[in-house]
């Protein structure tokens, strides 16, 4: 289990190098209220390293489930406005947000997908004029994940929920680079500087296009677009701070263009959307469009992903992770996209990041538009990578260079 040492460390690597509380700062916690132990850490290292003020936002799995359940779709849609204001005060002040996640994967499992379907999309139309934020990287957020027993039992089935709560921490702590010992803060500023050279290299590499191929079926061209930039690891904000968005993160990332993608995906892990887990998915691209797709497990969920809206059917983000990952040599299947996303190759349907383009943060959506940047209310990664992946980057001129060999990085 995990100690207290680890478990403060862990608490000052979140407020430290996660989102990187600046003096004087207001900091926000969302947290379900089952991990109050480790967010009043939190809280304590936050005005430790000189917060102006730090809120808690609770929440309770348990109560959600309750809401699905009993709640009228109606009721679903209809989202308080105080919550869109406390969000937009944070906002306007110029906060931090510090997500702790230790969700059920599955938790929604049984429930109506229309209901669920409403929820979302209410709650995405309502937030969506907040969300440039934290896509933009304007202030700093970050999202760190704690075991719960739920979760601990999807991924562990067969041991008992102490053991299965243990193993998760294990490989969790892992996987942020915390152990007894050693000064987390540290690695993970040598571990941002290796991520930021497969940036450096891929930048100055400027690809017109990524060709990946795998014995799995995947035969897939996604073009980026012009003026595109690898980003991955740490970002800097509006206010000059360095911060992680995810922690852990293994992965470099950039932008498609959105009308460029070309033939077919074949997804390595199973999706946990809308709180089920879609699995065993192929989908097929023209000219950047899903055209078709098929999943064995939870095809409907598939569908309202894909046709959440006219951007949820194009691809908005390609990230590319060594098969040979931290994470992925755990040999656990997380069932949550912030670990498997940072032990496998992703794309993601839905929204664009804009600092993917030069001068993105800047932009317009018009001229964002212009530059081949997708837009959509979501933005949903799903895994493809594996072990014989191979990666052709291929240039201008039609040259090409490989980028990966057997599932890994060999530029
Ligand atoms: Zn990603
Ligand atoms: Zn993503």
Not at 71 to 99: H, V
Not at 149 to 175: C, H, N, R, T
Request: aromatic letters at 10%; charged letters at 20%.
């Amino acid at each position: 289990m995990v100690s207290e040492n680890q478990l403060r460390k862990y608490a000052k690597l979140a407020v430290k190098m996660g989102v990187n509380v600046q003096k004087g700062q207001l900091l926000v916690i969302s947290a379900d209220v089952r991990d109050h132990e480790f967010v009043a850490l939190c809280v304590e290292e936050a005005y430790k390293a000189g917060a102006g003020q730090v809120y808690v936002n609770w929440s309770s799995e348990h109560d959600a489930l309750c809401n699905y359940q009993y709640m009228t779709k109606e009721a679903l849609s209809d989202i308080p406005q105080w919550k869109y204001d406390q969000r937009k005060y944070a906002q306007d002040k110029g906060g931090c947000f510090l997500n702790v996640m230790s969700s059920t994967p599955g938790l929604l499992k049984g429930i109506d997908s229309e209901k669920i379907m409403a929820a979302q999309l209410a709650a995405s139309k309502m937030f969506m004029p907040l969300q440039s934020y934290t896509m933009n990287n304007e202030g700093q957020w970050s999202i760190v994940a704690l075991p719960s027993s739920g979760w601990a039992k999807k991924v562990f089935p067969d041991l008992s929920e102490e053991e299965g709560i243990a193993k998760l921490w294990e490989a969790i702590l892992m996987s942020v680079r915390v152990s007894e010992d050693n000064d987390p803060i540290a690695e993970w500023e040598h571990h941002n500087e290796q991520v930021l050279h497969y940036s450096k290299v891929l930048n100055e590499q400027n690809f017109k296009a990524l060709h990946f191929k795998n014995k799995l079926g995947t035969d897939l061209t996604v073009e980026l677009v012009k003026n595109h930039v690898w980003a991955g690891g740490c970002e800097k904000a509006g206010n000059g701070a360095i911060f992680n968005p995810n922690m852990p993160t293994e992965e470099n990332f950039c932008m498609p263009a959105k009308y460029g993608t070309n033939g077919r995906v074949v997804a390595t892990k199973p999706l946990s959307y809308q709180g089920t887990l879609i699995d065993g998915f192929v989908l097929e691209f023209k000219d950047g469009k899903v055209v078709n797709y098929h999943a064995e497990k939870e095809m409907q969920a598939l569908k309202n992903l894909v046709e959440f809206d006219e951007g949820s059917s194009y691809l908005g983000e390609v990230a590319l992770i060594s098969y040979d990952s931290p994470i992925n040599n755990t040999g656990i299947l997380f069932y949550n996209t912030l670990f498997d996303e940072n032990a496998s190759c992703h794309l993601a349907l839905g929204r664009a990041y804009p600092m993917n383009v030069k001068g993105g943060t800047e932009m317009t959506e018009e001229q964002l538009k212009e530059a081949g940047a997708n837009f959509s209310m979501t933005h949903v990664d799903f895994m493809f990578g594996s072990s014989d992946m191979h990666v052709e980057g291929i240039k201008e001129d039609g040259s090409t260079v490989t980028v990966f060999e057997a599932g890994n990085f060999v530029i």
